[in-house]
């Protein structure tokens, strides 16, 4: 075999190399962040939804620090109860199932509704009952006293102008609606790129290794390859999972998270554990077709 030979080898098997990266890269992110699946598991395996309660309950105290502490306490327990952490995990999954139909192609908008009517029956209940424990006392310290005030736990969800639901649409206005716009543009342009530019690209590098090294040489050249792409980003995962993302991009991560730190760790320990599989997959299916050229090399020989 010639020097350029051996050099165009090398090229192709450079180039199979960062095609299998790329392709494995993207089909974790169709079997991840575009799978409705990994979002059930990850709320599953992680404290989320509890997590996004404490978050939701602290910023409404934070709304409430003027307020009487007798009657921000009576309102933040009465809320904590009526938007427990399984509604919050349930209307996020509502929400992505939402957002996975328009990048699929399915509806043009987000078409979603978070219902909010038993909510505010649930808080309605809680608060008057909570009240109706309190002192005659208290009540009066709160403007409680008379029937039918604001106060009144009576007209409580009326005074807080509640909707009855909550179009997730409405959620979304002027530049964050452009912005889901773009995003799901581009992930639908990728997919359809996606589709079937890899696989071409795979087919022509096959060719390419076998017109070089002939079939049994080419398939090892080629399983070498895809074999050690798979290799690497295994590699690089485990290095982000670590190293880096506790040393290095950890921090920053947490720093100003809304949410309690080890949520965030466990769900970014959750997702990067997700993208182990395919790469694995990947491998073997690689170290068979290197296998496969030394079978076709033994049968050329036994010929």
């Not at 409680?144 to 007209?155: R, Y």
């Not at 090892?220 to 690497?232: L, Q, R």
Request: charged share 20%; proline share 3%; aromatic share 8%.
């Amino acid at each position: 075999m010639t020097g350029a030979k051996k050099l165009l080898l090398v090229s192709v098997a450079l180039v199979t190399f960062l095609t299998g990266c790329i392709y494995i890269a993207g089909m974790q992110v169709e079997r991840s962040v575009l799978n409705t699946d990994f979002y059930d598991g990850l709320l599953k395996h992680t404290a989320l939804g509890s997590a996004l309660q404490t978050a939701f309950t602290s910023q409404m105290q934070q709304q409430m620090e003027d307020a009487p502490p007798v009657a921000a306490d009576l309102m933040v327990e009465s809320m904590s109860k009526a938007v427990t952490a399984e509604w919050i995990e349930k209307q996020l999954l509502i929400v992505v199932d939402d957002a996975l139909a328009m990048v699929d192609g399915q509806q043009e908008t987000l078409m979603a509704t978070i219902e909010l009517e038993n909510r505010k029956q649930i808080f309605k209940r809680e608060f008057e009952e909570a009240v109706e424990a309190l002192s005659e006392r208290e009540k009066e310290q709160l403007g409680l006293e008379e029937k039918g005030s604001q106060g009144d736990p009576v007209d409580i969800t009326e005074a807080m102008d509640l909707p009855d639901d909550l179009p997730v649409a409405e959620l979304l206005e002027g530049e964050a609606a452009a912005e889901l716009e773009t995003v799901v543009s581009g992930i639908q342009k990728f997919r359809s790129y996606f589709a079937f530019i890899p696989y071409a690209a795979f087919l022509l590098l096959m060719g390419l290794f076998y017109l070089l090294a002939g079939a049994s040489d080419g398939l090892k050249w080629f399983g070498a390859s895809a074999t050690i792409a798979a290799v690497i980003f295994i590699l690089g995962l485990l290095v982000t999972n670590s190293v880096l993302l506790p040393n290095t991009l950890g921090p920053h991560l947490v720093e100003d998270a809304p949410i309690d730190v080890t949520v965030v760790e466990s769900t970014v320990d959750y997702t990067v554990g997700q993208m182990y599989t395919f790469p694995i997959y990947f491998a073997i299916f690689g170290l068979l077709l290197f296998a496969a050229g030394f079978a076709v090399s033994a049968a050329a020989g036994r010929g």
